[in-house]
């Protein structure tokens, strides 16, 4: 087989290829250039969409502050959920990797799982949670003393970036894993020989060297985070729109398709820029760990 | 390597408690006997789960899911096995291009994706069509089935192969009792993975979904919208308790880590 394929050359993996790109350029490529059209088209409340070439979609998000405001909050929601997952991710990742087998794998698998399950039960949790009849994270902290009088968690951004950061967290913890599993352990034991205490192993051992899963971590949570719609949309209710949210509303309760396609545009073009320039910068600050 | 500490223990346990604390809650509040939102305090009641059955259209979206996720998998496998084979083996131009090409539905945000199948579909007229929604499927849950074959077919042993063609096997009868029983492990936790992510798509899926195809993440979601009470719980226990079963089962044929490591490192 291996001889004859290479011999029929250049034509075979194009044949078994076909199929899956015929099927991409079909129904992947062609409706997200219909969609960049779309958002250059005209609409209004009683023509509908008119085909023409205009630039007043994108006018209108360029000018008016409410857009500015919701892009603003968007990101900030996914900053600060990436931060949130970074901090709280990365030392769990490492406390993980020293437990012993059996623990290990099981802890893994109660940390990983939530991944595959439903966001819509997850959220759903966290807004039993935060609001319901008692209010069970309110309840919990005033009985522990952290804070005075209850937080208001639903319909808030604070309550969306708790919410996200557990949704979002597995992500963060199996990229540092990742990084962690190429780290040779023989190299923390040599520092403690040295005399090296345990914050300096963690500040000048273990860090360096995961930064580069932390990173990488934090680019995926970002931008799963800023395009996130079940979690905003169940937490942050009708009134508290980001990106996600908004192009939703304006696609299937406005009816102004152009206007959604401009902001589902933006957003994609958004995050493109920041995921593809932050990787770059990553690879360029850590390229030995990459190659 | 040194043992983690007391504080590093008590960490430990607060962050799993917070992990699994909303899954936990949304489980103990289905079994409440109470009309109203209650963690289960006086007794356990099935009243919720028997309630789901007056309520037809979570059960059709029920059957929905099902048929999407086990359809469009399927139809992706179709797709991405032979990709997978060409990527796996051979050297060609646009190699690396054509592989990025076919992960990227896990790059483009799921709510742009979901814009431009409404739009796709509206204008060549099967907008809310059962088939507008196996096809979308089938695009994104394709870069999961074609990861898992691809990492069956990179780690096969090609000897075997070699030894099926001198004794005289090709083609369809070398793929069909030689390659495919091969890579089969990954080509069956493949599918799973996008069974998976089939049946718990709501962002993408929310644009799509007309009545009489809403699927049971869209139904759920619309559901809370309006009000959240014990019913939406009980679905919620089921969904998870459904979700639980395939996740123990790939992770005992092909080990969870395995399936999920590299989830997310699409580029590389």
Redesign the interface.
Known sequence: ??A??EERG?R???A??A???M??VG??L???A??VM?SFHDWGQYKGIEPVFILKNWHEIASDPYYAEMFWRTFRIAILTTLLTAL?GA??AY??N??SGRWK?F???????????????????????FG???G?VNKLLMSVGAIRSPIPFMFTETGMVV?LA?VM???MV??VW?ALQRLD?QI??AA?SLGAG?MTIIRRIIMPQIMPGVL??AI?VF?LS?????TP??IGGRRLKV??TL??DE??NTLN?PL??AV??L??VA??LI?VGS?ALIERRYAEV?R | MRQNGPLALIFHTIFVIVMVAPILVVCLVAFTPEGFLSLPTNGFSLRWFRAIGNYPEFIHAFWVSLGLGALSSFVALLFAVPAALAIARYRFRGRDALAALFLSPLMIPHVVLGIAFLRFFTSVGLGGSFAALIIAHVVIVFPFALRLTLAAATGMDRTVEMAAVSLGAGGWTLFRRVTLPLILPGVISGWALAFIQSFDDLTMTVFLAAPGTETLPVRMFLYIQDNIDPLVTSVSACVIAITMTALILLDRFYGLDRVLAGKGDTGR
Not at chain 1, 107 to 118: A, E, K, M, Q
Not at chain 1, 226 to 230: L, M, V
Request: hydrophobic share 65%; no cysteine; charged share 5%.
């Open positions: 087989m291996s004859a394929a250049a075979a993996p194009w078994l290829t199929p899956a790109l099927l991409f129904v992947l062609i409706p997200l219909m969609t779309l709280l030392p769990e406390i993980l020293r437990m794998s802890f893994l698998l109660v940390i990983l799982g939530p991944l595959l399950i439903s966001v819509v039960a997850r959220t759903l949790g966290w807004a039993l949670l319901g009849n008692n069970l919410a557990h967290m597995p992500f199996l990229s990742a352990p923390e034991n403690m345990p990488s971590g995926i931008s800023a395009s996130a719609f079940a949309a169940i990106a996600a192009a939703y696609f299937l398709w959604g396609a589902a545009t957003l994609l995050l493109v995921v990787n990459f």
